[in-house]
């Protein structure tokens, strides 16, 4: 490796970033992350902090998992790669997928498609969905139904679907047969009430009403993210998922859960879709699937799908669709390690019981700063919105917003910005200790900012 000197001469001028303006990255070059250590990571300048970020929504076993890391390098020695298309598979992709067949019982998923990373999965899964259709003699359901503020990946299937405009202005336009529906926010929504269940029932009338003006016979299926995550954790009404999966089965329209940030404990719950008590007939997962150590993803897929792929003697029968790294070896055995200790720690509990510690804290903070117009979250996806007016909800200037990141950094927690939203995701693993210091760090980038 160079030295530092390099590193930081070279930092950004050879690469364009995800998700950054190129000319802001060369004008003011990204922090260096030299290591990870349990749920904290350090810069090129020695500098210690927790990574409320977790990654990417994905480090969920934190940076220690010596499981995951000896399963890596074990399957690494034994056999690096070998394609899963028709005719060779794998031993470690056999054993994860039926591992991931039992991990996902209670939602009816009984089969396995795997990907590289959640773009991928969400890309499978669009397909998919018009595929059974076809395979159903409904040839005209190609139309989706998604969320505004919803988010789904880069592809432009995915980017069709994302409820964002900041993700599709540029690369406009998308897909054509693609309907958005407002929302399930209670602190922003075109009803004017911040009653949960009644926006729910409001979307849900919306929903009906599209059904109807489209043709439910043209509709393929409708995606949603069980927690809203980069549109800024919005978390729904108990009874908004339910409702959306029963007007799917009522007009014959597949839902697919987009569980890229939700599954595997984020929300307390093992799937998002298990925290509402619904089955998905296509569930969209990856990031924490391996730890965040391989790009790896998988759609899961509901038994009712199954005949219809299974006993077809149609050409259109054939899954004509896949990745050179689908199925992974390596990939697939980080994935049995990281399940393996996901279930053997609990996560699920741990970030139950931390997301309410952490989520009282971020409401405590609302109480004492006038920038914070919103505070929400559920298990440990979590978000304070800030606003320059709490009576207009009217966003802060992009310096102040920058200011609340740059002096928590400095008190020892990277936190994520999206728009006006302090976003956190820290490790599954953080503890009551860990979650008061992200509190205190906010606090003083919330005082900082208010000066």
Known sequence: MRDDNFLNENNAKHVWHPMANAGEMRAQPPKIIQAGEGVHITDLDGHRVIDAVGGLWNVNLGYSCQPVKDAITAQLADLPYYSTFRGTTNAPMIELSYELAQFFKPEGLTRAFFTSGGSDSVETALRLARQYHKLMGQPERTKYVALKKGYHGTH??????????????????????VIHLPAPWDYRNPYATSDGAEIARRIAADFEDE?????????????????????????????????????????????????????????????????????PDLMCTAKAITNGYFPFGAVMIHEKLTEAFETSKSPLAAISHG?????????????????????????????????????????????????????????????????????????????????????????????????????????????????????????????????
């Open 323 to 451: 990745y050179t790294y689908s199925g992974h070896p390596v990939g697939a055995a980080a994935a049995l390690a990281s399940l393996a200790e996901m279930k053997r720690l609990d996560l699920a509990s741990n970030a139950g019981a931390r997301g309410a510690e952490l989520l009282a804290g971020l409401q405590a903070l609302k109480a004492r700063h006038e920038l914070v117009g919103d505070a929400r979250g559920k298990g440990l996806m979590c978000a304070v919105e800030l606003v320059s007016d709490r009576a207009s909800k009217a966003a802060p200037s992009k310096p102040v917003v920058q200011k609340v990141q740059d002096v928590a950094y400095a008190e020892g927690v990277m936190m994520r910005t999206s728009g006006a939203n302090i976003i956190l995701s820290p490790p599954l693993i953080v503890t009551a200790a860990d979650v008061q210091t992200i509190l205190s760090a906010l606090d003083a980038g919330l005082t900082a900012a208010a000066a």
């Open 156 to 177: 432009v299937g995915g980017a069709s679907v994302n409820g964002n405009a900041n993700f599709r202005r540029a690369y406009e336009p998308m897909l054509p047969g």
């Open 211 to 279: 059904i109807a003006f489209q043709g439910a016979d043209t509709i393929a299926a409708f995606i949603m993210e069980p927690v809203l995550g980069a549109g800024g954790v919005i978390v729904p009404h108990e009874s908004f998922m339910p409702l959306m999966r029963a007007i799917c089965d009522k007009h014959g329209i597949l839902l697919i859960a987009d569980e890229v940030i939700c599954a595997f404990g984020r929300t307390g719950a093992w799937s998002g879709s298990r925290l509402w008590g619904v089955q």
